[in-house]
Antibody, heavy 125, light 113 residues
């Protein structure tokens, strides 16, 4: 079964750039049929969808973060990445990667499953 | 953006009883062309990522016990957990995937008495 694992620095300085990678195992990203997503959760709070990428490279971002977010994919490594620039303390959160299905013939399979275990990123000087 | 609001924020229910969690979207998430409601429900336990319980508002994910059920259409949805067990203590989230950006409810914390 497909598994996802986030990796990256746990501490980022304010105004710097947050960079995370999600590695997919148990399946090939290049086979298509899925969107690869980033979602975050501040401690003790709810979930915020950050954005997604298709294996072909097309992206969609949450407008609330769009000016600071870039998601990229490397299907040869079965990895996709998140870059969030100009971070502040409000970007401190657990960051999850998750898979979602695509829409086919008007029917959408865009729920999130599976999820990675998450990685805590703290923005602090 | 579609705003998703859950109620209540928390509830405590006795072992073996039934818990009901409500989810309301600020606009319809029903696609008439497919007759499907684009709502999912997740369970999150402390220190773990959310896990998918239900999609299309009422379809249980494989492996999810049948005491979990989802219902509703349009803008109003319900997650019902019957015959509560101790392991059902968690935070539950609903999510709409009708339109981007996908949005979640604020979560409902379920405590087992």
């Amino acid at each position: 079964q497909v598994q996802l694992q986030e990796s990256g620095p746990g501490l980022v300085r304010p105004s710097q750039t947050l960079s995370l990678t999600c590695t997919v195992s148990g399946g090939s990203m290049s086979s298509g049929g899925y969107y690869w997503n980033w979602i975050r959760q501040p401690a003790g709070k709810g979930l915020e969808w950050i954005g997604r990428i298709y294996s072909g490279g097309s992206t969609n971002y949450n407008p609330s973060l769009e000016s600071r977010v870039t998601i990229s994919v490397d299907t040869s490594k079965d990895q996709f990445s998140l870059i969030l620039s100009s971070v502040t303390a409000s970007d401190t959160a657990i960051y999850y990667c998750a898979r979602a299905g695509i829409c086919t013939n008007g029917v959408c399979y865009n729920w999130f499953a599976p999820w990675g275990r998450g990685t805590l990123v703290t923005v602090s000087s | 953006d579609i705003v998703v609001t859950q109620s209540p924020d928390s509830l405590a229910v006795s072992l073996g009883e039934r818990a009901t969690i409500n989810c309301k979207s600020s606009q319809t998430v029903f696609y008439s062309s497919t007759s499907k409601n684009y709502v999912a429900w997740y369970q999150q336990k402390p220190g773990h990522p959310p896990e998918l319980l239900i999609y299309w508002a009422s379809v249980r994910e494989s492996g999810v016990p049948d005491r979990f059920s989802g219902s509703g259409s349009g803008t109003d949805f319900t997650l019902t957990i019957s015959g509560l067990q101790a392991e059902d203590a968690a935070v539950y989230y609903c999510q709409q995937y009708y339109s981007l950006p996908y949005t979640f409810g604020q979560g409902t914390k379920l405590e087992i008495k």
